[in-house]
């Protein structure tokens, strides 16, 4: 098939006239929606997964054999070949994609007349983005031509936007298909893919590492292999995901391991360079403990939002993970706690950032470095913790202390829990508390409840005198009875409370050797396993320089 381009072809401004033949430069657009189909070969012209190369390939076919004549002057129309856009991987719903941008921008500068594409799907999937590519194009005199819905074309110098029923008829009814067409695979992608998740099977793209494979097990009455899919695991990949698994449960920060991947060279899923938000999505995955999940990211209002996992659907995948549920629930729990005390307090050298607080303004402190002299004249390195929002803001006042001095007092202060009587005593002293402050709770609602209770008597006997209709007291009914329940129901969550003892606190024994080594000798490389065990035991510290005094809240637990 010989392919007339501007390469070899002579025309001036566009557009040559021959023997009365209009010849128009011809532009072809072409769009997958995802990376796998882009060197994809299907049959049909118009199915999704059509290949760029086969749509670029029929479009060319269609410029080659084109044949019409204008509508309005009857000149001869043909078409030559004035270059491509493709967008590899792009959802049609979007506006902004590699391939509008660059055809609307040589359409401005007037290197076509034309825009031929294998279906109006293929130019957009949403009836908005496809009104705004069409009125660009069509204010500066391009025309659309798919090969699907056919329209004839004219003259550059007949068309006229606004004379051209027929087109806006058939765009507007192609938009329309293209937008029902995205509901119905979104109702059906969700009505299948609980299913798949059911037999072991994993919905959509792969985890990292993870390879499909296809098993010819046979020939069905056509002659044509039938096969069989099964799924195996990369090596390579598999010993980078433990990799970054070890190092991570070892307390390596994120950065730190995506740094040294970079350095090495190693490409990360996308091929590019590995950033931070990539290794907690692959250390969440289950599917490397051997399951598969559905539901774990949904879309409401166009905004894809990460569930709780618990929400999420989860079966055995029919292939083995690469470790065992024990291990993945201790990488789900070291992710939870790093979540919860932030990168600052992870990757902080100062041992109580994150859950040291200013004692005035309860804003978290930060450490403070300084060069400093001694009166010999030797300098130094002075480490401290000073408030943020003295240092940030200019808020609160100087509350600062020498780092050593508070890290001393602290540790001190939580040693003394290795004394039985002494946490026994701190326990008792919060089980009291609690209890006082859950009979107040349970009066307040006792309180309430009664009054719920008299005021939906009241309703009953105003129905029964008549001074209510059939319809209020309905009404009324309806809306007291869930708030009675929701009472009735803290009530006895309440009671069950009061009875039960008690609350506790998480002290191993182990932690008494570990903080006393650590204070008479404190080494860098222990700080990470003292902090770990310090956010285990306290919620927060108050801390006060002048007069100097700290108030631990430790985490207690029922």
């Not at 598999?238 to 920060?253: F, Q």
């Amino acid at each position: 098939m010989q392919i007339q381009t501007l390469n070899n072809f002579d025309y001036k401004d566009s557009l040559q006239l021959v023997n009365n033949t209009t010849i128009i430069p011809t532009w072809i657009q072409a769009r997958v929606s995802t990376k796998s189909q882009i060197g994809q070969k299907t049959n049909g012209i118009f199915e999704e997964k059509a290949s760029l190369p086969e749509q670029q390939n029929n479009c060319l076919e269609a410029i080659a054999n084109y044949k019409g004549r204008c509508s309005k002057c009857s000149k001869e129309i043909r078409l030559i070949h004035a270059g491509t856009s493709l967008a590899k991987g792009e959802s049609g719903q979007n506006l902004d994609r590699e391939d509008t941008e660059e055809f609307l921008r040589l359409a401005q500068e007037g290197k076509f007349q034309v825009l031929i594409t294998n279906d109006n799907d293929r130019l957009s999937r949403a009836r908005s983005t496809g009104v705004v590519i069409r009125d660009t194009l069509n204010k500066i005199g391009v025309q659309i031509y798919s090969l699907s819905q056919p329209l004839p074309l004219r003259c550059p110098s007949c068309f006229d936007r606004y004379d051209n029923d027929v087109g806006i008829i058939t765009e507007t009814i192609s938009d329309l298909k293209s937008q029902l067409d995205v509901s119905k695979i979104r109702r059906n992608y969700k009505i299948g893919m609980p299913k798949r998740i059911e037999r072991g099977k994993p919905p959509g793209s792969l985890g990292y590492g993870l390879m499909r494979r296809y098993e010819t097990i046979g020939q069905d009455s056509r002659g044509s292999d039938i096969q069989k899919t099964y799924y195996e695991w990369d090596l390579n990949k598999v010993a980078i995901v433990k990799r970054i698994a070890r190092e991570y449960m070892a307390g390596k920060g994120v950065w730190a391991i995506c740094k040294d991947l970079n350095d090495e060279g190693i490409p990360s899923p996308q091929g590019k360079e590995w950033g931070r938000s990539v290794l907690p999505v692959i250390l969440k995955n289950p599917i490397y403990a051997g399951w598969v999940r559905w539901g774990w990211k949904t879309t409401k209002n166009g905004e894809r939002k990460i569930q709780p996992r618990e929400n999420w659907i989860m079966h055995k995948a029919q292939f083995d993970g690469i470790w065992d549920d024990d291990y993945d629930e201790k990488l789900q729990a070291e992710i939870k706690r790093r979540a919860t005390i932030g990168g600052r307090t992870l990757m902080s050298k100062a041992l109580l950032i994150g859950i040291l607080k200013c004692g005035y303004c309860n804003y978290s402190m930060f450490q403070i470095k300084s060069r400093r002299t001694f009166k010999n004249g030797t300098k130094y390195l002075w480490r401290g913790y000073g408030c943020g929002s003295f240092l940030h803001k200019a808020t609160c006042r100087h509350n600062g202390k020498l780092q050593k001095v508070v890290d001393d007092l602290v540790l001190k202060e939580v040693l003394k829990l290795a004394n039985d009587k002494t946490r026994k005593a701190y326990l008792e002293k919060v089980n009291k508390l609690k209890t006082d402050n859950r009979g107040e709770l349970y009066e307040l609602k006792e309180r309430e409840f009664k009054r719920r209770i008299d005021e939906f008597g009241r309703i009953n006997t105003a129905y029964k005198e008549g001074v209510d209709s059939l319809a209020e007291y309905k009404k009324n009914k309806e809306e007291l009875l869930p708030i009675l329940e929701n009472l009735q129901k803290e009530l006895i969550s309440l009671n069950a409370q009061a009875n039960t003892p008690i609350i506790k606190l998480d002290w191993d024994k182990q932690y008494k050797s570990i903080l006393s080594k650590f204070i008479e000798s404190p080494a860098e490389e222990d700080v990470p396993t003292i902090r770990k065990i310090l956010v285990s035991l306290i919620d927060k510290i108050a801390f006060k320089s002048k007069p100097l005094s700290i108030k631990i809240f430790y985490k207690t637990t029922t």
